[in-house]
């Protein structure tokens, strides 16, 4: 009965491959989110989705496209993959401001 | 511009021991305050929050204080234990504005036994 799930938990993969990362939530809550955590564990927002409905987007580059097919899923798909996008990504919803997490990605481009 | 960080990177402490993890925030519209703790390849979990209507807010073994004056929240662990040991972060959100939450730096406490 995990709350907020992701898949796959780790990823390698080669420079300008085309990747995605999987969420799920089954709180029900209204508003999901794609955070990044980098190697210095620094915790970064890059988008937020409301009811299907994106409503944050933190001047991430356009390479990165979240979806949203229905508001307990928010999917992250990331093009042409770069070294510097090596990471663990997170995701999260919340229906306040209290945001619960995900187990991360730990994406790896080599 | 927004930003949250905290004083110390690091902190080791003995089990038993209390803990004092700080944060500052410059965000003066900033309403509500969540502690974060991380375990080693986890994702960060709720700990404790407060709304900036209150200075203080205990739960089981540990409490949060807020000054505004000076833009300071510390999270406080009493008897720390083993499991204690994690990367902490707080974070600020401004209910008015947009739901998204601000993490500070994050700070490595290690309990020794």
């Known amino acids: 009965d995990t709350a907020v799930s992701q898949t796959p938990k780790y990823l390698v993969t080669q420079m300008g491959n085309d990747k995605s990362i999987k969420c799920e939530q089954n709180l029900g809550h209204d508003t999901m989110y794609w955070y990044k955590q980098d190697s210095k564990k620094f915790l970064k927002i890059m988008f937020s989705y409301n009811n299907k409905e994106l409503i944050i987007n933190e001047t991430v580059p356009n390479r990165f496209s979240p979806k949203s097919p229905d508001k307990a899923h928010l999917n992250l798909h990331i093009n042409s993959l770069e070294l510097g996008d090596s990471a663990v990504y997170f995701c999260?919803?919340?229906?306040?401001?209290?945001?619960?997490f995900g187990q991360g990605t730990r994406l790896t481009v080599v | 511009g927004e930003s949250v960080g905290l004083h110390l990177p690091t902190l080791s402490v003995q089990e038993g021991d209390n803990s004092i993890i700080n944060c500052a925030y410059s965000n003066s519209a900033s309403d509500y305050f969540i502690w974060y703790k991380q375990e080693s390849g986890k994702g960060p979990q709720f700990i404790i929050d407060i709304r900036s209507n209150m200075d203080k807010r205990q739960g089981q073994r540990v409490t949060v204080l807020l000054n505004k004056t000076v833009k300071h929240l510390s999270l406080q662990i009493a008897a720390t234990q083993p499991g204690d040991s994690a990367v902490y972060f707080c974070?600020?959100?401004?209910?008015?504005?947009?739901?998204?939450?601000?993490f500070g730096k994050g700070t490595k406490l290690t309990v020794n036994p």
């Open positions: 974070a600020e959100n401004n209910e008015g504005g947009s739901e998204k939450l601000v």
């Open positions: 999260a919803s919340s229906r306040g401001a209290e945001a619960f």
